[in-house]
């Protein structure tokens, strides 16, 4: 008899939360993880390059441009153009480019520091809009990663890659003389 009266109280017990499953649910909630969002930006300065160094690298003298324009072009691991948008520099010739909408299929092939380039596109001064191939701005300059994350609470999260410096070239500079 008393094992008859175990076995009914056992099976009460394990029932139990079957019967009242508010009670069982409270004790058990799982706390869902905050879904992270990674935003990817590119950053970069944007120059007028002097004359004085008209066919070299050199950014000495160069003077920013301020609204001019830059792409992001970014292929996947077949070749195919994944992600593109131009970008605007600031009245410093300053670009951030959050580049919202950019997704990897393949997280080492088509990460970023592999699958895109910045390329001058346009410079509203008129004396200064010849494209100049300075740190590739004409073919396209890779990224950088300079291990800038930028936080903003629990949720998001951008990491920070640069580009450049970019120069266009002035459209006429005087011819130089040898004495």
């Keep these: 008899m008393a094992i008859r009266q175990f076995v ?16 069982a649910a409270d004790e058990y909630v799982v706390e869902k993880p905050v879904e992270k969002k990674v935003a990817v930006v590119v950053e970069g300065v944007v120059y ?5 160094r008209f066919g070299t690298w050199s950014l000495t003298g160069a003077e920013l441009i301020p609204s001019a324009k830059v792409s992001v072009l970014c292929k996947n691991h077949w070749g ?8 605007e520099a600031d009245s410093k010739g300053y670009f951030y480019a959050q580049l ?25 001064n008129e004396n200064c809009s010849l494209l100049s191939n300075v740190n590739y701005g004409m073919y ?14 629990k949720s998001y999260e951008a990491v920070i890659y640069a580009a450049g410096p970019l120069a266009f070239r002035p459209n006429h500079c005087p011819p130089t003389t040898h004495y």
């Design 100 to 124: 919202e909408g950019f997704e990897m299929n393949h997280d080492l092939l088509d990460h970023p520091l592999q699958s895109c380039k910045v390329k001058l596109v346009s410079s509203p």
């Design 8 to 23: 009914i109280l056992v099976s009460t017990l394990l029932l139990l939360p079957l019967a009242f499953p508010s009670i």
């Design 140 to 153: 396209g300059a890779p990224l950088r990663f300079e291990d800038k994350v930028l936080r903003g609470g």
């Design 80 to 87: 195919q153009v994944s992600y593109y948008k131009a970008f």
């Design 48 to 52: 007028c390059q002097s004359c004085d």
